[in-house]
DNA sequence: AAATTCACG
DNA sequence: ACGTACGTGAATTTA
């Protein structure tokens, strides 16, 4: 057995393969810079196989060194209409290198030459050197290299598993030897590579003709043997390609390579190197990989203990020392944090952690004093779920410092979660588990014992103390400081007493609506079935799907994934078809509305107050905005007048109290006149016009607004819609129901009549394009990683996302900004009203009688002073004794 | 857990 | 030629 064995990789060929393995989940391989990872990932993956597999004492990545090589100046369209290399590839090359730096594997390459050559050149010297040789590539010419002493190992489709070419095996499989797969290449050609071979000829000629004639040249040679036919015509017109295929499928085997064996002697990984690497590419499943080994090999631990106090009360004392600036975690594992049980608690520094897990102690007086004393400062994970938790134990948390969960959004909303494990791997902290490895996921999660409970939160409490202020110092830098401080961390506070007032819901009026639902709902399906001729389940989109399309024979409009669509656009297209397409539609509004809304709040009514308390997620939504949970309170219904009664059940808490809602009218548009500065656009909002009715004379090049038809002001506002989404002539078309040439005509007048919004939509584009951001008017970030994908429809997207965000996300710091004027104005003022819900460009209140004069003055004023644009803001307010009457 | 549908701005 | 409007959450069925 030869001591020595060289491994020598084909580099571009596994990128390639390893590129396309992983084609499919591209988008999920982007590392936080907007890097895709794919093929680097699958590379790891071959690599580590390989290694272990072959265990090689040198070894060597040899590289493609450019589009042009000697075989060019042989064959002029050698490779030639080869679709060029994705960009989402080219752009992983580089990093190819550092990986194999990482690895401790010298890469290669050579002007003029391709990767083959040098691999074969390279294998011959081993060879002469008695190394056993193994070639890895996803090319199988490369298994004319094949020989006693070198094995030819050909990704299979996986990449990380190959098939071994032994002298033996390619006879097997090819029927020749592997000195003959040149014989083969010079008679058949090669699509891939672009050379042509013997008209005519293909494999299974090619490989006929050796077994007979052995070789090319012996084949000329004796070409007068063979019997007349059109074949032989071909081959004696066709010498010279063939000729010049079987030396471009020829590997060179006496490159000019300046690297010797003595050079690529393999001595192992990098750890370090590596370890920086992986997390530079968010290769989370490779670094817990490093760990272990780490700790296998013995040089290193995981993860540091970490040391902590357990806390009682007969050892309070002992915080007098936190002073300044403390760490604070409350632990609640229930997502809903109005109702959870509390799981334990963590306090401390940099210096001393204290754990426990009885809550009971925070309102042991010394706690309760650190936690509500304005000057020293708390640095948590979630400053909303903190607050809101405390105030359940009767404490008000009150300078709240760094919140890393704000703070990491704020950084970039793609690589943000609910989880501060999770969260600290994402920011390179590793020393602290998920709450998912520690409490366990879904069904079974449960708190573990003491010890590991008590490790878990002092580990959480260190992040926290770490992570701070390395944020901190990244929103400076991108300047995001002001937008921290001055908007999302207040506004945390605020929401939190939003949601801790919650808002009255009428359980009897529900309770009423439930019974008249039930009865109309069993009258429809009873219909249904009759026209149907069958009882099926009507919430089964499947079901539905049969009854309509198979048995009625309706005809099919669209189709989704997994089978027919029965979405409401496709069942209007049938109405008329027949009677039961209406029933079927009514069923849907009012099942919907009982079951989402009727049922769905009556579920989640608080027995102790008669309220449903919200929670709103601060740190979920690309653009800024806020969403609302258990139960979404954004999406009460309002457009359709059965839908809209639920809004009776939300009333005042208290008699003598009104609702009073206000809201900015057309914010977005006002948004997008400031920030494109379109001059005809801001003069129509300076001028108190009807937007859509100004849009409308325009594009329709109408005299005035007297000449504005409701149906032609419904056109222009869906292209109004359509400008502030990202517009396209299909979607247009479709919302309008248009052709999509008219649509197109459409767009083609606006950005002409609106000349400062085509500007802003293709500069905000390009800008993204180049910084891989977009930014609100509060330096909002949003990070487009497929902005220059070469997949249209994710690049697309990206290009909608990139004109839609500043305008959507702008209007969100707008609302966000008016909310904390508000509440510093209700507590300044010392006013009884309550802030009770935000839904994107409106805010409602509850308001004793005797404020409500002031109140319907006040909330506009607030909001529409909330930040100055080149625009006017325009708010409206109504009031009345529901959520519903307030209209 | 994914897919479908539909409620909101 | 490609195949799309932007941002959300909840209920339901199905695999």
């Known amino acids: 057995m030869a001591k020595d064995k060289l491994l020598l990789i084909d580099g571009n060929s596994i990128a390639f393969r390893s590129f396309f393995a992983l084609h499919n989940s591209l988008s999920k391989f982007v590392n936080k810079n907007g890097l895709h990872t794919n093929a680097i990932f699958g590379f790891n993956k071959m690599l580590d196989s390989i290694l272990e597999q072959y265990q090689p004492t040198a070894a060597l990545v040899a590289f493609d060194a450019g589009k042009t090589t000697f075989r060019n100046g042989k064959f002029d369209n050698y490779k030639g209409g080869r679709s060029k290399t994705p960009p989402e590839l080219s752009e992983q090359m580089p990093y190819l290198r550092e990986l194999l730096t990482g690895y401790g594997i010298k890469s290669y390459e050579l002007p003029n030459y391709e990767a083959d050559d040098i691999i074969g050149t390279l294998a011959k010297e081993a060879e002469a050197q008695d190394y056993a040789v193994v070639v890895v590539t996803g090319d199988r010419d490369l298994t004319q290299l094949s020989s006693e002493k070198t094995i030819v190992a050909v990704t299979k489709k996986g990449v990380s598993e190959v098939e071994e070419y032994t002298p033996a095996y390619v006879e097997e499989k090819l029927g020749v030897t592997p000195k003959q797969i040149i014989d083969?290449?010079?008679?058949?050609?090669?699509?891939?590579?672009?050379?042509?071979?013997?008209?005519?000829?293909?494999?299974?000629?090619?490989?006929?003709?050796?077994?007979?004639?052995?070789?090319?040249?012996?084949?000329?040679?004796?070409?007068?043997?063979?019997?007349?036919?059109?074949?032989?015509?071909?081959?004696?017109?066709?010498?010279?390609?063939?000729?010049?295929?079987?030396?471009?499928?020829?590997?060179?085997?006496?490159?000019?390579?300046?690297?010797?064996?003595?050079?690529?002697?393999?001595?192992?990984?990098?750890?370090?190197?590596?370890?920086?690497?992986?997390?530079?590419?968010?290769?989370?499943?490779?670094?817990?990989?490093?760990?272990?080994?780490?700790?296998?090999?013995?040089?290193?631990?995981?993860?540091?203990?970490?040391?902590?106090?357990?806390?009682?009360?007969?050892?309070?004392?002992?915080?007098?020392?936190?002073?300044?600036?403390?760490?604070?975690?409350?632990?609640?594992?229930?997502?809903?944090?109005?109702?959870?049980?509390?799981?334990?608690?963590?306090?401390?520094?940099?210096?001393?952690?204290?754990?426990?897990?009885?809550?009971?102690?925070?309102?042991?007086?010394k706690i309760k004093a650190i936690l509500e004393d304005p000057k020293i400062k708390i640095n948590v994970f979630d400053s909303k779920r903190t607050y809101v938790g405390l105030h359940r134990l009767g404490i008000k948390l009150t300078a709240v410092n760094f919140d890393i969960l704000l703070q990491s959004y704020l950084l970039d909303t793609n690589d943000n979660s609910n989880d501060l494990g999770q969260l600290a791997h994402e920011?390179?902290?590793?020393?602290?588990?998920?709450?998912?490895?520690?409490?366990?996921?879904?069904?079974?999660?449960?708190?573990?014992?003491?010890?590991?409970?008590?490790?878990?939160?002092?580990?959480?409490?260190?992040?926290?103390?770490?992570?701070?202020?390395?944020?901190?110092?990244?929103?400076?830098?991108?300047?995001?400081?002001?937008?921290?401080?001055?908007?999302?961390?207040?506004?945390?506070?605020?929401?939190?007493?939003?949601?801790?007032?919650?808002?009255?819901?009428?359980?009897?009026?529900?309770?009423?609506?439930?019974?008249?639902?039930?009865?109309?709902?069993?009258?429809?399906?009873?219909?249904?079935?009759?026209?149907?001729?069958?009882?099926?389940?009507?919430?089964?989109?499947?079901?539905?799907?049969?009854?309509?399309?198979?048995?009625?024979?309706?005809?099919?409009?669209?189709k989704t994934k997994t089978g027919y669509s029965t979405a409401v656009d496709v069942l209007e297209k049938l109405q008329g078809e027949s009677p039961i397409i209406d029933n079927i539609l009514n069923y849907r509004t009012l099942s919907k509305i009982k079951s989402?809304?009727?049922?769905?709040?009556?579920?989640?009514?608080?027995?102790?107050?008669?309220?449903?308390?919200?929670?709103?997620?601060?740190?979920?939504?690309?653009?800024?905005?806020?969403?609302?949970?258990?139960?979404?309170?954004?999406?009460?219904?309002?457009?359709?007048?059965?839908?809209?009664?639920?809004?009776?059940?939300?009333?005042?808490?208290?008699?003598?109290?009104?609702?009073?809602?206000?809201?900015?009218?057309?914010?977005?548009?006002?948004?997008?006149?400031?920030?494109?500065?379109?001059?005809?656009?801001?003069?129509?909002?300076?001028?108190?016009?009807?937007?859509?009715?100004?849009?409308?004379?325009?594009?329709?090049?109408?005299?005035?607004a007297s000449e504005v038809t409701p149906n032609i002001r419904r056109q222009a506002k869906a292209v109004n819609f359509g400008i502030v989404y990202g517009i396209s002539d299909y979607g247009l078309s479709q919302n309008i129901g248009i052709s999509r040439k008219d649509a197109k005509k459409f767009i083609e007048t606006y950005f002409k009549e609106f000349p400062g919004v085509k500007k802003y939509i293709d500069e905000s584009v390009q800008l993204a394009k180049e910084q891989g951001y977009v930014e609100t008017i509060a330096h909002r970030r949003r990070y487009l990683p497929d902005i220059n994908s070469s997949s249209f429809n994710l690049r697309s997207f990206a290009e909608r996302t990139a004109m839609n965000t500043p305008i959507q996300g702008s209007a969100a710091d707008i609302i966000k900004i008016a909310m904390i004027d508000m509440e510093n104005e209700l507590e300044k003022r010392n006013l009884k009203s309550r802030m009770l819900l935000q839904v994107h460009d409106e805010l409602i209140f509850e308001v004793p009688d005797e404020e409500m004069t002031l109140m319907k003055e006040l909330v506009p004023k607030v909001m529409d002073s909330a930040v100055k644009l080149d625009v006017p803001l325009k708010v409206g307010a109504a009031w009345g004794n529901t959520w519903y009457d307030a209209k």
């Open 427 to 558: 920011h390179d902290y590793d020393a602290i588990d998920t709450d998912d490895d520690v409490y366990g996921k879904g069904a079974k999660r449960a708190v573990p014992e003491q010890t590991e409970l008590f490790n878990h939160l002092a580990r959480k409490l260190a992040a926290i103390n770490f992570l701070g202020k390395q944020l901190d110092q990244e929103l400076v830098k991108n300047e995001q400081n002001n937008l921290y401080w001055d908007i999302e961390l207040p506004l945390a506070i605020v929401l939190a007493k939003m949601e801790i007032s919650g808002i009255k819901v009428d359980r009897n009026r529900l309770n009423q609506m439930q019974s008249e639902f039930t009865e109309r709902l069993s009258e429809i399906e009873t219909n249904i079935y009759n026209e149907a001729g069958e009882e099926f389940n009507l919430n089964s989109p499947k079901q539905l799907g049969v009854v309509l399309f198979e048995k009625l024979k309706l005809p099919i409009i669209k």
């Open 184 to 365: 083969i290449k010079g008679l058949a050609g090669d699509t891939s590579d672009n050379y042509p071979g013997v008209t005519k000829v293909g494999e299974k000629t090619a490989i006929k003709l050796l077994k007979q004639f052995d070789s090319l040249e012996n084949l000329y040679e004796h070409l007068d043997e063979l019997k007349p036919s059109k074949m032989k015509e071909h081959l004696i017109e066709d010498r010279d390609n063939a000729f010049i295929s079987k030396d471009l499928a020829t590997i060179r085997r006496d490159a000019p390579i300046e690297i010797s064996l003595d050079d690529v002697q393999y001595a192992g990984i990098n750890e370090e190197y590596l370890r920086e690497f992986y997390h530079q590419m968010n290769f989370k499943s490779f670094l817990s990989k490093l760990d272990q080994t780490a700790t296998q090999d013995g040089v290193e631990a995981v993860k540091k203990e970490v040391v902590f106090n357990v806390l009682n009360k007969d050892n309070v004392e002992q915080l007098q020392s936190l002073k300044g600036e403390i760490d604070f975690y409350l632990e609640m594992l229930d997502k809903n944090y109005h109702l959870s049980d509390f799981t334990g608690f963590v306090i401390g520094n940099a210096d001393n952690i204290w754990v426990s897990d009885d809550v009971e102690l925070l309102n042991n007086s």
């Open 596 to 704: 989402t809304y009727v049922d769905g709040l009556l579920k989640v009514i608080h027995t102790t107050d008669e309220k449903v308390h919200t929670t709103y997620v601060q740190t979920l939504t690309q653009t800024g905005r806020l969403s609302s949970i258990d139960p979404n309170l954004q999406n009460i219904p309002v457009r359709i007048e059965e839908g809209r009664k639920i809004r009776q059940a939300f009333v005042p808490a208290r008699e003598g109290w009104h609702i009073l809602s206000s809201d900015y009218s057309q914010i977005e548009l006002r948004v997008l006149a400031h920030i494109t500065g379109d001059q005809n656009l801001q003069e129509a909002f300076k001028n108190g016009e009807d937007i859509h009715a100004t849009t409308a004379v325009k594009i329709f090049g109408l005299k005035d």
